[in-house]
């Protein structure tokens, strides 16, 4: 089942009377997220990110196009009602307990009184913060306070849940935590739509990502299609190789580059490696390990940005 599906969805942001000024903050944007997905919209800062989510959860309004959420149109009660949202630099009221910003919310959404108090600390447990209940949220790491965030856009049971930047400024522990947190979430059955700058944590839970640039979408798919290289392998030799072996290598297989101990090749196959392997082994030179090599989503963004601009 489609839970995300936007139709060239654009957004300016106009200000200013005297000196008008227009920023496209997204650029018909069309994507499309499959329940039970983790989809990771990826971007630098300023790309567009935050409007995107903003405006599916009906708190800013497109320009143009159009989009539903678990097949209900923008700004449908029931979009708000089965899902849930971690904004970007959420601010909870200091003086309160993490127990009581819980209860808190969970009285905005309207949940039964009664059952709310166990829910909330059912919600705290989960999130790994049941000792901090009773501490008010101004001793809260950040770490903790985005735990917090996670907790309080569970709170509905929702079937949909949006984090804009949920690990942003949480140390490396904490960021593996809500990593784990999130692939639970997933395996019971939520979708998770997640924005982040951080391309190497997104890259390690994302189902699918889209990248976002200057608002505009430039690539979709799997981290795996994204990241695959040309099959490029390093070879890593016992010894220099001689000019005159190299250049019979470059003869049958051309792409062969050479750094001292290294050779880079790349292979169109498995059998098209095993054969440099044959050759190399032909001539008594010793291989001591080999590479596969892959990019980064990381690398693969700045490429496909280079790309772009050229
Ligand atoms: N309320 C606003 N008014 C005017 N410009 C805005 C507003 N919100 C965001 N922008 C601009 O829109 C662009 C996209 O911002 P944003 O969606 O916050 O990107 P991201 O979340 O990817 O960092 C930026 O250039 C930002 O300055
Ligand atoms: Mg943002």
Redesign the pocket.
């Known amino acids: 089942m489609t839970v995300v599906h936007t139709e060239q969805l654009s ?1 300016t ?3 200013g009377i005297v000196r008008r000024s227009e ?4 650029r018909n944007v069309s994507l499309e997220v499959g329940s039970g997905e983790i989809f990771g ?1 990826l ?12 405006i599916l959860l009906n708190v ?1 309004f497109p320009t143009l196009g159009s989009a539903t959420i678990l097949n209900e149109p923008l700004g449908s009660i029931n979009i708000r009602k089965r899902s849930g949202y971690l904004p ?1 630099n959420h601010r909870y009221p200091n003086f309160l307990t993490g127990l009581e910003t819980l209860m808190m919310f969970g009285r905005i959404h309207g949940l039964d009184p009664r059952t709310l108090k166990d829910k909330a600390v059912s919600l705290l447990q989960t999130v790994g913060l049941k000792d901090w209940a009773h501490h008010k949220i101004k001793k809260y790491s950040k770490g903790m306070l985005q735990r917090l965030g996670l907790a309080q856009a569970l709170l509905n049971d929702p079937e949909i849940l949006f984090l ?2 949920p690990t942003d400024g949480v140390d490396p522990v904490g960021r593996k935590e809500i990593r784990d947190l999130l692939r639970d979430l997933r395996n019971q059955g939520k979708t998770i739509f997640l ?1 982040s ?1 951080i391309l190497s944590e997104v890259e390690l839970i994302s189902d699918r990502v889209a990248i ?1 640039n ?2 505009e979408v430039i690539k979709v798919g799997t981290v795996d299609s994204i990241t695959r290289k040309e099959d490029e392998y390093e070879f890593h030799l016992a010894d220099d190789v001689s000019s005159d072996v190299l250049s019979q290598i470059k003869q049958v297989y051309g792409q062969v580059e050479q750094d001292g101990k290294l050779l880079r090749v790349i292979a169109q196959s498995s059998e098209q490696m095993n054969k440099v392997i044959d050759f190399l082994r032909s001539k008594n030179i010793l291989i001591q390990s080999i590479v596969h090599r892959k990019s980064t989503l990381e690398e693969s963004f700045i490429e496909l940005i280079k790309a772009e601009q050229a």
Request: aromatic share 6%.
């Open positions: 957004k942001y106009r200000s920023v496209n903050a997204l919209l971007g630098p800062n300023g790309a567009g990110k935050t409007t995107f989510v903003k800013s970007e804009d930047e924005n700058h976002l200057k608002g």
